[in-house]
């Protein structure tokens, strides 16, 4: 489809504002953007106008959840990750396809009631086996491994190409000959992300196996003394790893120290920061505070309803902005997903830009500069007129 989108004002990047603005889409692309004329009028005769008569934003990324949860809100704080995960299995263990797809469809309405534009969503491996890949444009979805055995990296390979990229659960639950093989394949994208650094007991079972998630792998029948214990810490044995050179996401990072953050900025490291289900969890989100003052690139996610309230991205950057000392201008990077940018090639975050695909959120509001609609934004319940998508 061709159309010429017009608004009354556009951001076309952070504190840049276009009075009576217009984008050219051809195919889902971004042709090109500007101050609307009748020159581009005549140029694109033959594309479709679409005129919205407010205020168009580049769209807001929630960089970590899983929709296959959102039919849970076990609303409470818990005592650890492992009560939080027995939890969960009391809920799950009994469900069919149609429950997790219920569940799914439910957390795909959400969104499209919510500030979240995209979602970057990790779908359980058990679940990819039974149900179909459910495609929404904007929601990105790929697989997620808990094994610990070599046979598995062929199918991995197989499925992984219907994806963006492969999501690794975590390093204390992936086995590394499991990592050793995915990776080798060159047909494999370059993008992976894992959960890094949830909980202080990780670090105490990738160091000498024992704690809390000898118990996780009880929960799920998993024979500890099968598994490689390196012997380090999570940074430790990611620096180890050949995927520490791949487009790499790691999400919560909630125990990590300035020197070990230092040690992955070098490596153009993704940090994912969801403190709202952290602090649920009984882990301390609080670095983020030094992630930002040591200039990584860090998006935020609300991860999934099982241990967050919501998943509305503009809720977790209003409890990001209560509970640290980040100001405006940052907060718009994170919820922005600014530093995403690079991650997906046919995407650009907090920017409008030709040659990419387009996210826009269209908001019905008076505002006078990039500080005032910034002021809005984060003290108001307000919500998206409309979405763009493509």
Same mark, same amino acid.
């Given at each position: ?90 809920? %799950? ?13 439910? !957390? ?24 179909? %890949? &459910?495609?929404?444009? !904007? ?41 050793? !093989? ?28 024992? !704690? ?36 790499? &996401? ?131 319940? %307000? ?8």
């Amino acid at each position: 489809m061709k159309y010429i989108l017009r608004f009354r004002k556009l951001l076309i990047q952070p504190d840049v504002f276009i009075e009576n603005a217009y984008i050219v889409l051809a195919d889902d692309y971004v042709v090109e953007f500007g101050k609307f004329s009748n020159d581009v009028k005549k140029r694109y005769n033959s594309f479709k106008i679409k005129y919205y008569d407010y205020i168009g934003v580049p769209g807001f990324v929630n960089a970590h959840t899983h929709l296959v949860f959102s039919c849970l809100s076990l609303k409470r704080r818990f005592y650890s990750f492992l009560d939080f995960v027995k939890s969960l299995n009391n809920f %799950i263990n009994n469900w069919s396809y149609d429950d997790y797809k219920k569940s799914y469809l439910k !957390g795909i309405e959400l969104l499209k009631n919510s500030n979240s534009t995209l979602a970057i969503d990790f779908v359980p491996h058990k679940v990819y086996s039974t149900i179909n %890949i &459910l495609t929404k444009k !904007g929601i990105l979805l790929f697989p997620e491994f808990i094994v610990s055995q070599k046979q598995y990296v062929e199918d991995t390979l197989r499925m992984v190409k219907n994806y963006d990229f492969l999501a690794l659960h975590s390093l204390y639950s992936v086995h590394k000959d499991f990592i050793y !093989g995915v990776v080798k394949d060159k047909s494999l994208v370059a993008q992976l992300a894992l959960h890094f650094a949830e909980f202080k007991d990780e670090s105490i079972f990738l160091r000498n196996g024992k !704690g809390l998630v000898c118990d996780l792998f009880k929960l799920h029948s998993v024979d500890v003394s099968n598994f490689f214990i390196p012997k380090r810490t999570p940074t430790e044995y990611l620096l180890t790893l050949p995927i520490i050179n791949k487009k790499l &996401l790691l999400i919560h990072c909630n125990y990590l120290s300035e020197s070990e953050i230092e040690s992955l900025i070098k490596f153009n490291c993704i940090f994912v920061k969801c403190p709202r289900s952290s602090i649920n969890l009984n882990s301390d989100p609080g670095n983020i505070e030094i992630l930002i003052k040591n200039n990584s690139r860090v998006a935020i996610g609300t991860d999934s309803l099982a241990s967050s309230p919501s998943l509305d991205i503009l809720d977790e950057a209003k409890f990001i902005k209560k509970h640290f000392k980040i100001d405006n201008i940052y907060l718009w990077k994170l919820i922005s997903g600014y530093y995403l940018n690079g991650f997906f090639h046919d995407y650009s975050f907090g920017y409008v830009l030709t040659g990419k695909k387009l996210l826009l959120n269209i908001y019905d509001m008076k505002i006078y500069s990039f500080k005032d609609f910034l002021e809005c934004l984060f003290s108001t319940n %307000i919500k998206p007129r409309y979405k763009i998508v493509t």
